[in-house]
């Protein structure tokens, strides 16, 4: 049973269900963002394209895996000797085009120039350069991530693993990563984050940490 309470003061959705609003502006979603005030939930985008704001709530399920799938990109980053700046939750906005709110999002090749920043103003400041869906709920907006120019994005759905890459404004389907060439990640993650969910976080990551090969 799906309960959606929109009002001056409160925005609420039962976990395990998405409302898409049609014909919406920028003022419309800016609007339930204040409505929504400090809290994290429902998650909120907006698309200028489609005209569109979606709501979405998650499962516990759903945040399992996103917790268990960024961790696995951690343990890949020290493996690589790379620093990062991870953000889960942040709101991500690029006025009267669209705004989002990625499960997770890591900041690399672009770190340095966000370390401090209480907010990310995608106007003067750099997109991540990795975005992480976790598709449970609903169907990750591809279109609005276009409109930010994330230059990588990953969407889990149905235990595979789906990698988009920047191309000319564009995404295209990857079979690897520009961020780990030297890992098979559509091959090796989907495995850790299942077993991740049927046997435990620790369990998994554990595992994947003593893993001698990547590939």
Same mark, same amino acid.
Do not use: A
């Given at each position: 049973m799906m309960l959606l309470t929109v009002s001056e003061n409160e925005l609420m959705l039962t976990p395990g269900n998405d409302v898409i609003f049609p014909h919406?502006?920028?003022?419309? !979603? =800016?609007?339930?963002?204040?409505?929504? =005030?400090?809290?994290?939930? $429902?998650?909120?985008?907006?698309?200028? =394209?489609?005209?569109?704001?979606?709501?979405?709530?998650?499962?516990?399920?759903?945040?399992?895996?996103?917790?268990?799938?960024?961790?696995?990109? @951690?343990?890949?980053?020290?493996?690589?000797? @790379?620093?990062?700046?991870?953000?889960? $939750?942040?709101?991500?906005k690029l006025p009267n085009q669209a705004g989002l709110e990625p499960d997770t999002c890591f900041y690399i090749e672009n770190r340095q120039a966000i370390l401090g920043k209480d907010k990310i103003d995608l106007t003067v400041d750099p997109p991540p350069d990795l975005a992480i869906e976790v598709d449970f709920t609903s169907i990750t907006d591809v279109g609005a991530y276009e409109l930010l120019k994330i230059p990588e994005l990953w969407i889990y759905r149905e235990e595979s693993l789906?990698? !988009?890459?920047?191309?000319?404004?564009? !995404? =295209?389907?990857?079979e690897e990563s520009r961020l780990f060439l030297d890992t098979n990640i559509k091959k090796i993650l989907p495995y850790y984050i299942e077993l991740g969910w049927n046997q435990g976080s620790s369990i998994s990551l554990r595992k994947f940490e003593n893993l001698d090969n990547f590939s």
């Open positions: 919406q502006t920028w003022e419309d !979603y =800016q609007r339930l963002l204040d409505v929504r =005030q400090d809290k994290t939930l $429902p998650k909120l985008c907006f698309n200028s =394209q489609t005209q569109q704001i979606r709501l979405m709530s998650p499962l516990p399920s759903h945040g399992n895996r996103v917790n268990t799938l960024t961790d696995l990109v @951690k343990i890949l980053l020290r493996r690589q000797g @790379k620093d990062w700046q991870c953000f889960d $939750p942040i709101t991500l789906n990698i !988009y890459l920047l191309q000319e404004n564009s !995404y =295209q389907n990857s």
